[in-house]
T-cell receptor, first 111, second 118 residues
Framework: QKEVEQNSGPLSVPEGAIASLNCTYSDRGSQSFFWYRQYSGKSPELIMFIYSNGDKEDGRFTAQLNKASQYVSLLIRDSQPSDSATYLC???????????FGTGTRLKVLA | GAVVSQHPSWVICKSGTSVKIECRSLDFQATTMFWYRQFPKQSLMLMAT?????????EQGVEKDKFLINHASLTLSTLTVTSAHPEDSSFYIC??????????????FGDGTRLSIL
């Protein structure tokens, strides 16, 4: 059973702090990794994707991938109350282009 | 960027009714679309993969006779929940992969349909 795991939270951080969200996956052959943000009652919106080991930065967001340890993380710098949402990690396991989603981490940014 | 439109956004109907949900790729062609279901405080669960020109592929445990999928064209997939019952009440979301580049591109989601069966 291929799995993607996230801490459900809530993760509470003060405004302006760095929020760190983590995701581990079981399929070592996985090649593609995605972070989505989902506000309550809304559908997911893509924040970032990463394919190679290392860091990928986009504005206040940095995705980090470590294939040897089978984890991918998302850092949100200068967190804002509007960042409060559930963050979903999604993975394409080897041999398929169907997402496996983690359960999501609920982030609360406190003003 | 790639836009996926889903309609309707909200449906309330009586038990036993069949409900059709449409998913359209607005500015690109999508030979594959995906249908998900999300219950409150849970993650998205893939129900089926919709394939243009062929039968949909259903995930284990999803009743194909209950959830009818038709990929009528390169821009339209529909999900029909037949004889819906209260336990079918959920948030249904479709997605389509980005049209450019290799197959490992991100999926783009429609706005979702909240289905409430009374």
């Amino acid at each position: 059973q291929k799995e993607v795991e996230q801490n459900s939270g809530p993760l509470s951080v003060p405004e302006g702090a760095i929020a760190s969200l983590n995701c581990t996956y079981s399929d070592r052959g996985s090649q593609s990794f995605f972070w989505y943000r989902q506000y309550s009652g809304k559908s997911p919106e893509l924040i970032m994707f990463i394919y190679s080991n290392g860091d990928k930065e986009d504005g206040r967001f940095t995705a980090q991938l470590n294939k040897a340890s089978q984890y991918v993380s998302l850092l949100i710098r200068d967190s804002q109350p509007s960042d409060s949402a559930t963050y979903l990690c999604a993975v394409y396991p080897s041999g398929t282009y169907k997402y496996i989603f983690g359960t999501g981490t609920r982030l609360k940014v406190l003003a | 960027g790639a836009v996926v439109s889903q309609h309707p956004s909200w449906v309330i109907c009586k038990s036993g009714t069949s409900v059709k949900i449409e998913c359209r790729s607005l500015d690109f062609q999508a030979t594959t679309m995906f249908w998900y279901r999300q219950f409150p405080k849970q993650s998205l669960m893939l129900m089926a993969t919709s394939n243009e020109g062929s039968k949909a592929t259903y995930e284990q445990g999803v009743e194909k006779d209950k959830f009818l999928i038709n990929h009528a064209s390169l821009t339209l997939s529909t999900l029909t929940v037949t004889s819906a019952h209260p336990e079918d009440s959920s948030f249904y979301i479709c997605s389509a992969p980005s049209p450019e580049g290799p197959s490992n591109q991100p999926q783009h989601f429609g706005d979702g349909t909240r289905l409430s069966i009374l």
